[in-house]
């Protein structure tokens, strides 16, 4: 099999005012070098899409955004279409995240209509699957990983409109990780149902690690077997930080 380009990907959350736009430009200013190694994005608040990807242009680094809704327009407050994200200078979108998962009843259809959305839109779709702890220590983790990836996927993924994120919700925001050797395990089974769907395709698309990555441990997880980068929450926010992970890919 032929190397997949790793991605480095940024989710600040509900982070972030007009004052990061120094820490943004820092990470401009460190993307150049890091060509070499790997893509990078940065998924800001709605808010600083625009303003962030005006002032990324012509540069190695990438803006997306964090959520969208499944629709192009119409009578939905408060929400984005892929669009409007489109439009901003987003490249891609960040759909079913834990996160919106929990705290949003966002279902697996949902996200797949989310994920149609962000094609729709001509952007790339990085769906977020990932089991609970109870999931876990039930013995269940490759059943939810299998049964989000059936329902959260649409069919036509190819390696460049699809990446997926494997996110242990255990792991998020804990500072606690799997060990190398279980996140092989989940990514071979991710990788397995990958190219039984989309054949040759699915063994090309991106699969991310993310949960609690930091500098200090990232060379280790991204070294193993079908991790072809990193969905980066807290540790995205600092330039040195995020640098520094995309640095040990
Ligand atoms: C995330 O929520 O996508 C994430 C990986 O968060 P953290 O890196 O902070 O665990």
């Known amino acids: 099999t032929e190397a997949i380009r790793p991605l480095i990907a940024g989710n600040w959350k509900m982070n972030g005012l007009k004052s990061a736009l120094g820490e943004f430009e820092a990470m401009i ?14 998924c800001p608040p709605a808010t600083l899409i625009a303003g962030f990807a005006d002032k990324a242009l012509g540069s190695k680094l990438a803006v997306g955004a964090q959520d969208c809704h499944a629709r192009a327009s119409g009578a939905h407050t408060g929400d984005l279409s892929a669009e409007m994200l ?29 994920a149609e959305a962000a094609w729709r839109a001509g952007l ?29 996927l649409p069919d036509g ?3 460049a409109n699809l990446v997926v994120a494997y996110e242990p919700v255990w792991a998020i925001g804990t500072g606690l990780t799997p060990t190398p050797k279980d996140v092989e395990q989940v990514h071979r089974f991710i990788r397995g149902v990958l190219t039984d769907r989309f054949k040759a395709e699915g063994g090309k698309i991106r699969i991310l690690y993310g949960g609690s990555v930091k500098p200090s441990n990232a060379a280790e997880l991204m070294a193993v077997t079908d991790v072809n980068g990193a969905l980066v929450g807290g540790a ?11 640095e040990a890919c």
């Open 29 to 42: 200013a460190g993307a150049g070098a890091l060509a070499g190694k790997a893509d990078l994005l940065v």
């Open 86 to 114: 489109a439009d901003a200078g987003a490249s891609a979108i960040i759909v079913g995240h834990s996160e919106r998962r929990a705290d949003h009843g966002e279902t697996d259809a949902i996200v797949r209509q989310k």
């Open 124 to 152: 790339v779709a990085i769906v977020c699957i990932g089991e609970t702890q109870k999931q876990r220590d039930a013995g269940q983790t490759l059943d939810i990983c299998g049964r989000q990836l059936a329902g959260s």
């Open 157 to 159: 993924a190819t390696a």
């Open 236 to 246: 995205s926010l600092k330039a040195t930080d995020f640098l520094a992970i995309a």
